[in-house]
């Protein structure tokens, strides 16, 4: 590693009144599952490392305004277990619960998953297809952006250098929604995802056809990516298998997967279709039991 200097603040406004001070020249360290090991590859070389260990009040659970509020310092294993999640957005729960393993959900952040931008991470999606927000905050204030428009590429986001990710904001789903998160392992139990697929369906419950959908894919491209074509296809239908099929065909349009240890990109494309109609199949199944 490089040699830095180490700041442990123990409010939020003494974080951000360093990252202000440090700006790109820091990089704030959170649970440290990605930083560490990118800081010992030195493809990260911060002059100060901003520890947020001290920092109290930021790993909170709550539910305001029909909105799941995640403080940014929960971990993974907190996010898993705590009963909210569980009960009101289970999809959530399970995705974390898939996250690698108990050691590193214990010390892994749910801001962190986020602000580390890589694709092939599981919270991602499935925030993605929850249609979550994230809240910034720095100096200035605070301003809340969409998932949608947060990750740019790989490992890049449009967050500021004096800014910090402090919330994760889920809607929580409208009644006769399901919902589910299908993450492809061939390999281990604890590895990154193949290919990883959140979706959610809502159904009338009158005619179980689907009014509305949304499709969210990890590991087959530089940001989690949707498909909003096969969404359109899918929106006013009755379910069969050919239309979730041909939801599928069209999902793996908007794929562009790298060839790598996990598998050829063609391969990944043709697991992005089976897994996007299996994590449709699930949701749907899963609307139409809560009609
Ligand atoms: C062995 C191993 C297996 C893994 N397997 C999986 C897996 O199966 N699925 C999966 O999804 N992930 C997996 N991961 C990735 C893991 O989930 C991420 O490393 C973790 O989510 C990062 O969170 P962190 O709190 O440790 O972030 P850190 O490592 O502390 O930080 C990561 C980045 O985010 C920035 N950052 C952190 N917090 C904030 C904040 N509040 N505001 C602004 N910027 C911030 C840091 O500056 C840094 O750039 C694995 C990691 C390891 C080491």
Known sequence: MNAFSYRAP??????????????????????????IIMMKQRLVLPDVLISLDRVR???????????????????????ELASPVRTRVPVLADTYHHV?????????????????????????????????????????????????????????????????????????????????????????????????????????????????????MGSVGVTPLRAPAAENLLRGQQRTDALLQEAAAAAQQVTDPISDTRGSADYKRAMAGVFVRRALAQAWQQALASV
């Open 10 to 35: 123990e409010t939020l406004e003494e974080a951000l009144t360093l990252l202000h001070e440090h700006g790109e020249d820091a990089k704030i360290l959170a649970g440290g599952t990605a930083l």
């Open 57 to 79: 009040g930021l790993d909170f659970v709550a539910q305001e305004d029909g909105v799941l509020r995640l403080g940014g310092l929960l971990t993974h294993r907190a996010a």
């Open 100 to 216: 690698a393993t108990i050691r590193i959900r214990n010390m892994a952040t749910v801001a962190g998953s986020l602000a580390h931008a890589d694709p092939n991470q599981d919270p991602p999606a499935t925030l993605l297809a929850l249609d979550a927000q994230v809240r910034l905050t720095s100096m200035q204030g605070q301003r809340d952006v969409a998932l949608a428009d947060f990750f740019t590429d790989y490992y890049e986001t449009i967050m500021q250098p004096d800014e910090l990710l402090t919330e994760v904001r889920v809607p929580l789903p409208q009644p006769h929604t399901g919902s589910a998160y299908c993450k492809f392992l061939p390999r281990s139990a604890d590895d990154y995802a193949t290919v990883g697929v959140a979706a959610t369906v809502r159904v009338n419950p009158a005619t179980g056809a689907c009014e509305d959908c949304r499709i969210a």
